[in-house]
């Protein structure tokens, strides 16, 4: 398991956004984040992590820039941080943590909180809470950026979301924590309507039931409860994934409702066709306007868009109308 390094020369800088520098190194795509390895340069002497590339992962099509050596050497910690990400590990960094700074809520009472084993189901979902106080709450289980989310970009442009959390190893929220319990009693503190919590870009995945990124949501519909909460999963269903395991109701949404059962809510998208049996005790949504209500959004999942596996997108944005209608 030992990493697969690179050197080599900066020769395009593409894109720059908040929080992450799009480019390429020796002509192959390559993405670098300058919170963790400062700015980036034309013609900069850097190191990458190839491994994902040349896996040729569905969502790692691109380098990762591990350390800038003309410029990247020495750069200062954050001022007052010592609590330590990525832990042990040659990537560690201090950052300051929301833990550290304001107080939190003893319990976060009825407030609803949806669960994405997915980040393509994030768009949808936020589309639904438009008017609603939204805080998104970014899990371990596939990508640990929340820079790397174009989604989050746009959705924050609508004005769909008011501020980001990043739990445990992932970073670049607008503040970080160190579990999604302490999360969930911030956005309570904060006076939010809404909780979407989500793992980032890609997943983790082994094909069976439990091994797998999105098993992130059965955290997180256990802090929700636990702490007093309204916990929803956004189901994931599919009528085009080749997968068998993938269609009518995902193995992976099977295997959180075979752990939870009725304390959570499922929202069910009025019309779907695909899984009757999981209609039953669910509630169901009417989902007429989730196209005009997502116009505009990076809508993708697999490659596939609004037209190939409709209800893909419908299923989420049900979770969503369903956490707007609970809103205390």
Not at 26 to 42: F, I, K, M, R
Not at 194 to 222: D, E, K, Q, R, W
Not at 292 to 321: T, Y
């Amino acid at each position: 398991m030992p990493l697969s390094l690179r050197r080599g020369l900066v020769t395009a800088v593409v894109a720059r956004e908040e929080g992450l520098a799009r480019i390429e190194v020796d002509g192959a795509p390559c993405v670098a984040y300058p919170l963790l390895t400062g700015p980036v340069a034309l013609g900069d002497d850097v190191v990458v992590n190839v491994q994902a590339r040349e896996l040729a992962l569905g969502s790692g099509g691109f380098d990762v820039l591990y350390v800038n050596l003309t410029r990247g050497l020495d750069l200062p910690g954050s001022e007052g941080a010592h609590v330590m990400k990525l832990p042990y590990t040659p990537l560690q960094f201090a950052a300051r943590h929301a833990e550290e700074d304001e107080p939190l809520a003893d319990l976060a009472e009825g407030l609803p909180v949806v669960a994405c084993s997915l980040h393509s189901q994030v768009a949808p979902v936020c589309a639904a809470l438009s008017g609603v106080r939204v805080a998104y709450v970014q899990l371990p289980g596939g990508a640990l950026p929340l820079p790397l989310s174009d989604s989050l970009r746009a959705l924050r442009g609508r004005g769909l979301f008011e501020q980001t959390f990043s739990v445990g190893a992932c970073f670049g929220g607008d503040a970080e924590c160190v579990s999604v319990y302490s999360a969930l009693a911030h956005v309570e503190a904060k006076g939010f309507d809404v909780a979407v919590c989500a793992i980032g870009p890609g997943i983790v995945g082994t094909g069976t039931a439990f091994g797998h990124g999105g098993m992130a949501a059965a955290v997180a519909l256990s802090a929700a409860a636990e702490l007093g909460g309204q916990p929803i999963l956004a189901l994931r269903v599919s009528e085009a994934d080749p997968r068998a395991r993938h269609r009518g109701l995902s193995h992976h949404a099977e295997g959180i409702l075979a752990l939870w059962g009725p304390p959570i809510r499922k929202a069910w998208p009025d019309g779907c066709p695909l899984d009757d049996r999981v209609a039953e005790g669910a509630d169901v949504v009417d989902v007429g306007d989730w196209r005009e209500s997502c116009a505009g959004l990076p809508l993708s999942h697999m490659g596939r868009g609004p037209d190939d596996d409709p209800w893909f997108f419908a299923a989420a944005f049900a979770a969503g109308r369903l956490a707007a209608r609970l809103v205390r």
